[in-house]
Each structure stands twice: as C-alpha cells, then as structure tokens.
C-alpha cells in the first residue's frame, strides 16, 4: 500500500497540506483541463496538475482524488489552499515536470503493487 505520506518523502515533495497523509494511492491522472478532469480522474489517485486556482480544490473534492500534486513549481493560491483546508485535501509540490513526475508516481505504484 502506497500512502500519500509515503510518496511525500520518498519523491521529496513540498507538503503544503497533509491532512490525511495515511490516504492509500490507487492510481494516478494528470491534467488540467478541469471538466476532464471531473469526468476521468478516479477516487484514490494521486492528480498532477499546474492549475493553481480554488477550482482545483473543488475538483478534487468532487473527485475524491487521494491528493493534488502541483508540479513543475507552480503554487496554489490561497483560495485553492484554503478550500483544500476546509475540504481535508492533500496539496504536495514538486519542482519536477509533469512527465517525470508522472513516471516516478507509476513506478511507485507498480512496485508496491508488485510487493502485494
């Protein structure tokens, strides 16, 4: 089982909020369009984005994405940190380009999944 905590300290991401680090990681799904966002992301997956607005919080929320990871440096506003606080989401930053990022996520989640 891949946590939420776990992929924070093994990916070296900014924590911004982590109100339920234990959360399990199920899959992942980047993007940025938000309506796509709404209609594909899946509960329990870890969503790479370099939205930043409090629309982001609400899509997560809608989504019951395990956590919200903005990549590429991009940092939330603070009606999107917010929200998230109100809502118990998980916000993560990272430096890393999308791509890359997304590529550590999956391999991450192969190898726990392998492990079970």
């Known amino acids: 089982m891949l946590t939420v905590e776990m992929?924070?300290?093994?990916?070296?991401?900014?924590?911004?909020?982590?109100?339920?680090?234990?959360?399990?990681?199920?899959?992942?799904?980047a993007g940025d369009l938000l309506s796509w966002v709404m209609g594909r992301a899946q509960p329990g997956d870890a969503w790479v984005t370099i939205m930043s607005n409090m629309?982001?919080?609400?899509?997560?929320?809608?989504?019951?994405?395990?956590?919200?990871?903005?990549?590429?440096?991009?940092?939330?506003?603070?009606?999107?940190v917010n929200k998230a606080e109100l809502h118990g989401i998980n916000l993560l930053g990272s430096d890393l380009g999308?791509?890359?990022?997304?590529?550590?996520?999956?391999?991450?989640?192969?190898?726990?999944?392998?492990?079970?």
């Not at 992929?7 to 799904?29: F, S, T, V, W």
């Not at 919080?57 to 603070?78: M, Y």
């Open 55 to 80: 629309n982001v919080s609400a899509v997560a929320q809608l989504t019951d994405v395990a956590c919200v990871i903005f990549a590429e440096g991009v940092v939330p506003d603070r009606e999107a």
């Open 7 to 29: 992929l924070a300290k093994e990916l070296d991401l900014n924590i911004m909020m982590l109100p339920d680090g234990g959360r399990e990681i199920e899959g992942g799904y």
């Open 98 to 116: 999308v791509f890359e990022l997304c590529h550590k996520i999956s391999s991450m989640l192969e190898e726990y999944r392998d492990e079970n």
